[in-house]
């Protein structure tokens, strides 16, 4: 039985597609999920570890207006970071996170365990919110593999 990534992969290398990763809250995890894969040399571009909201507005272009307006743990946050991904390594399709792993960081507003994830194409822009209940590991996996079937998703009807 094939993981998710490799399903990623596989719909990836069949329609000749690229992706970067812009990562927050799953520090890399995303990126290191796809890479995990014999031969992702192929579609797997790059990716950006964002924890700083100075990396977000320096690297991946994040509008310091949506920092201060909506937060790093946002849907238009995470939808900026996607596409400044996409932008910043000429990728078909990149995807992002951004959150609150936990165990400490959460608000009445922003609890822990609130991540959005987001994926932005060519021709699409598409955001996930997600609320989940484990500790930091287990919100961390959680978001990757959230983000890992936004991507199959979106792949399986292209």
Not at 49 to 78: D, M, P, Q, T
Not at 114 to 119: D, G, T
Not at 141 to 153: D, G, I, N, Y
Request: net charge negative; proline share 3%.
């Amino acid at each position: 039985m094939s993981t998710l990534e490799e399903i990623v992969g596989r719909l990836l290398t069949e329609q000749g597609l690229t992706i970067a990763v812009a990562e927050s809250c799953t520090g890399g995890l995303i990126a290191h999920q796809l890479t995990n894969v014999p031969g992702s040399s192929a579609y797997f571009i790059g990716g950006v570890v964002a924890y700083s909201n100075e990396v977000k507005e320096r690297v991946l272009g994040v509008s310091s207006e949506i920092l201060s307006l909506y937060g790093a743990v946002s849907k238009e946050c995470a939808r900026e970071m996607a596409r400044g991904a996409r932008c910043l390594f000429g990728a078909d399709v990149a995807i992002s996170s951004t959150g609150i792993a936990g165990p400490t960081g959460g608000t009445p507003e922003k609890p822990v365990g609130l991540v959005y994830v987001a994926l932005a194409t060519p021709d699409l822009e598409r955001c996930e919110r997600h609320l989940w209940q484990g500790d930091r590991l287990e919100n961390k996996l959680q978001t990757s593999e959230a983000a890992l079937e936004m991507l199959r998703r979106y792949l399986e009807v292209k």
